[in-house]
C-alpha cells in the first residue's frame, strides 16, 4: 500500500517525522475491530528509532483484533493548535502503517519495558515494577512498514 500524499507540499522530512515519533507521548492505534468495525485506542509507546514498543494488558478487544489481523495504524499528534480567527487547526502529525508482533521471550519483554520507562518514568529503577508484571504483562512490537509525516500549510509558510 504506496499512496502519495495529496497534499504533498506539507508533507514532512524523514528527520521530523522521526523527531515527532520519538518525542510524542501518547499515540491512537487503529485496528481490525468486532463486526467489521475499526476499532482505535489511545496508548502510550517508545519508538527506539526501528521500531515501536507498546505495553498492554493480556486480554482485551485490541490483543483480539490484533490476534486475528496484525497490521494497524497508529497516529501521533505533535500539534493541533485551533485558530478560530482563521477557520483552521495548526497541526502537525505522523501517521504509521506496520505489524504488531506479540512479543514472547522474557528478555526482549525486560528490554522493551526498560525502554518505555526510560521515555515516562526517567530517574526511576523500573526493575522491581517489571519483575512484579513480567509474567502478565503483554508487550508489542510494531514494525514499520512505512510512516508520513504532515503539517498544516500555515505552518510550511512560517
Do not use: W
Not at 521530523?16 to 482505535?40: F, H, N, Q, S
Not at 483484533?65 to 494497524?72: C, D, E, G, S, V
Not at 526493575?127 to 508484571?133: L, N, R
Not at 509474567?135 to 512505512?146: A, F, L, P, S
Amino acid at each position: 500500500m504506496e499512496r502519495k500524499m495529496r497534499r504533498f507540499k506539507q508533507e514532512l522530512s524523514a528527520d521530523e517525522t522521526e523527531r515527532i515519533l520519538r518525542k510524542g507521548r501518547e499515540c491512537t492505534i487503529a485496528v481490525d475491530g468486532d463486526d467489521d468495525y475499526p476499532y482505535a485506542v489511545p496508548i502510550n509507546y517508545v519508538y527506539d528509532g526501528q521500531r515501536i514498543y507498546l505495553h498492554s494488558a493480556s486480554q482485551g478487544h485490541k490483543i483480539d483484533a490484533l490476534r486475528r489481523n496484525p497490521k494497524l495504524s497508529l497516529c501521533v499528534i505533535e500539534k493541533g493548535d485551533i485558530i478560530p480567527e482563521e477557520f483552521t487547526t495548526y497541526f502537525r502529525s505522523v501517521i504509521v502503517f506496520g505489524i504488531a508482533r506479540f512479543v514472547a521471550a522474557e528478555t526482549e519483554k525486560r528490554n522493551a519495558l526498560r525502554k518505555l520507562c526510560e521515555k515516562y518514568c526517567m530517574g526511576l529503577d523500573p526493575t522491581d515494577e517489571i519483575d512484579k508484571f513480567i509474567k502478565t504483562v503483554n508487550i508489542i512490537e510494531i514494525t514499520i512498514d512505512r510512516m508520513t509525516g504532515k503539517q498544516a500549510i500555515e505552518l510550511t509558510r512560517q
